[in-house]
C-alpha cells in the first residue's frame, strides 16, 4: 500500500515494526528463548504459530501475553513428523503464508560419553537436530512457493567448544549448524535464508534446572555467572532480539551463518 507521504509514520520518530506482515512459526514457545522470541515477533507486528509441547498453562500466558487474534497455539512434538505436518497446514489455513521458522525446541542431554544409553543419544538427536529437520522440510515447499522465507535455528555455544561431561548435547548441536549451513546454501538462490544462534548461558527454566541439580545450586550459580566475561548470566530476550533481526529483511544477506551471543565467553581460553 502506498501511503501519501503526509500519512506515512516518519521513522525517525515512529519506528515501525520489524516483522509487519509477517507469520512465525516458533517451536517450544512456552517459555524460556522461544516465549521470549514470540512475544518479541509478535510486539514487531508478526503472526505467531506457538508450538508448545504441552499446552500447559505456561503456554497459555505466552499465547494470553500475544493475544488470540495474532497467534494459533499448537501442541506438537517436533520429533513427530505427522503433527508437524498438521501444524503447518492449519497455521497455513489460518494465516494465508508462512515466512520465518524459529528452530528453537530443545532438550539438554549431558552425561559422560560412556555411561549414556542409545535412548538418551536417539532422544537428543531426534529433539535437538531432527525436530529441526522436520520443521524446516515442512516449512521449505511453502517458502519455496513464496520465494522467500527466513529459518533461525537455536544452536548452542556447544555447537562450538566443548564441555566435558555434556555429551551428546554439543554433537547435536554442531550437527544443527552444519545443518544451517547446508540449507542455507542449498536455497539461497530461491530467497530462503537459514542462520542460527548460538546462545551461551541463558537464564531460562533449562539453565535454572542445571543449577538445581547441582550439589550447591546457589553456589553452582554463582560459579557459572563469574566464569563469564560481562559477569552476569544472558537473558532470553538477549536472543529474541538477534532472532527478531536474523528474521526480518534487515538481515536480507546473511545468510548460512552463526552468531554467538554469549558475553564473549567463547573467546576465553583459560581462566
Ligand atoms: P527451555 O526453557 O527448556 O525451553 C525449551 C522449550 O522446548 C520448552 O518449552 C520445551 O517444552 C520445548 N520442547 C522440548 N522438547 C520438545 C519437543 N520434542 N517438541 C516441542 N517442544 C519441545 O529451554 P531454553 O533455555 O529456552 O532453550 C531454548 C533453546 O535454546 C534450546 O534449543 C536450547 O538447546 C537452546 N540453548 C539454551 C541455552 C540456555 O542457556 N538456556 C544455551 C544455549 C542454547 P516443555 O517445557 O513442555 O518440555
Redesign the pocket.
Known sequence: MNLPTSTRPDPRTTPLPRLAGKVALI??????????TARLFAQHGAKIVL????D?T??QRTLAAIGEEDALLYQ?????VAAVQRMLDIAVARFGKLDILV??????VFNDPLKLSDDEWTRCF???LK?AWNCSRAVLPIMLQQGAGSIVN?????GHKIIPGCFP?PVA?HGLIGLTRALGIQYAAQGIRVNSI??????????E??FAAAADPVAERHRQTEILPTKR??E?EE?AYTALFLASDEARFINATDILIDGGRSQVYHD
Open positions: 517451536t517450544g514457545a512456552a517459555q524460556g528463548i522461544g516465549a521470549a508450538n508448545v509441547l504441552e500447559n505456561l503456554a506438537a512434538d517436533v520429533t513427530d528452530n528453537n525446541a530443545g532438550i539438554n531426534e529433539v535437538d525436530g537455536i544452536a548452542s555455544v556447544h548435547y548441536k548460538s546462545p551461551g548461558l541463558i537464564l531460562t527454566p533449562i539453565a534446572a542445571g548470566i544472558g532470553p536472543v
